[in-house]
């Protein structure tokens, strides 16, 4: 088992920036997958960001390209999510996930999630 807990979320203005957190526990952290999925009241959970087990390869969802930065650290068992330039259709509840399978990891292939950290940014 793997217990995730995320942390950072809040209020920030659009073009603002946030840093997420997940913090791991359980079983050896350092081989999952860790990725970042999001949730916006009415739409489906959808893929934000993955990095590797060992941090050397990340991979991105378009819409986040360019602004948004995952990071890992396996010494603290824990994962990062740093947001830039936020836009208003970046709120949405973001949840941190652990998978055992690749980095392209589908939804459905992530063994456990958080509960999640609300991000709502205002125009």
């Known amino acids: 088992q793997v217990q995730l807990v995320e942390s950072g979320g809040g209020l920030v203005q659009a073009g603002g920036s946030l840093r997420l957190s997940c913090a791991a526990s359980?079983?050896?952290?350092?081989?999952?997958?860790m990725g970042w999925f999001r949730q916006a009241p009415g739409k489906e959970r959808e893929f934000v960001a993955a990095?590797?087990?060992?941090?050397?390869?990340?991979y991105y969802a378009d819409s986040v390209k360019g602004r948004f930065t995952i990071s890992r650290d396996n010494a603290k068992d824990a994962v990062y999510l740093q947001m830039s330039s936020l836009k208003p259709e970046d709120t949405a509840v973001y949840y941190c996930?652990?998978?055992?399978?690749?980095?392209?990891?589908?939804?459905?292939?992530?063994?456990?999630w958080g509960q999640g950290t609300q991000v709502t940014v205002s125009s």
């Open positions: 359980g079983r050896i952290f350092s081989t999952y997958t």
């Open positions: 990095i590797s087990w060992s941090g050397g390869s990340t």
């Open positions: 996930g652990a998978s055992s399978a690749t980095l392209y990891a589908k939804k459905y292939e992530y063994d456990y």
